[in-house]
């Protein structure tokens, strides 16, 4: 079913789908979907049956590093928030003021207010991560 899967009408199946706990968060992302509903495990193992290259935005919090932990451990990957913040504060004038608001941001439409057009500025593509060791940054 896809049912619990906002966006999936629009996303193209052959580049990679981001894949966001909130449906507000994918609108900021291109080729992107928002699980919905409790059976989200279900939703994104159907698309990975069928060859989709998935990969996860979480939120930045206690359980978006818990669900970062799960799913790289699973070989999936997630965008990792520490990375990014580090990458964006060090091309700043003021590295430490971007720093502050940014790791104040839970998640993508917080971001929006601080940085415009973050998708593309913040070239967020290039913080993804499979590998369970990326996720210790996290902690």
Do not use: H
């Amino acid at each position: 079913t896809v049912s619990g899967l906002f966006g999936i009408a629009e996303v193209e199946p052959d580049k990679p789908v981001t894949v966001f706990e909130g449906y507000f968060d994918s609108l900021f992302c291109p080729n992107s979907l928002a699980l919905l509903g409790t059976a989200r495990d279900s939703y994104v193992y159907a698309l990975t049956e069928r060859n989709v290259d998935v990969r996860f935005f979480f939120d930045n919090d206690e359980e978006g590093r818990s669900r970062v932990s799960k799913w790289t451990s699973r070989g999936m990957p997630c965008f990792m928030w520490p990375q990014w913040t580090e990458y964006m504060s060090k091309r700043a004038r003021d590295p430490l003021e971007v720093e502050r608001r940014l790791k104040r941001c839970k998640d993508l439409n917080d971001v929006a207010q601080v940085v415009q057009d973050p998708w593309r500025v913040g070239k967020m593509r290039k913080f993804f991560a499979a590998d369970p060791l990326d996720a210790f940054a996290l902690n």
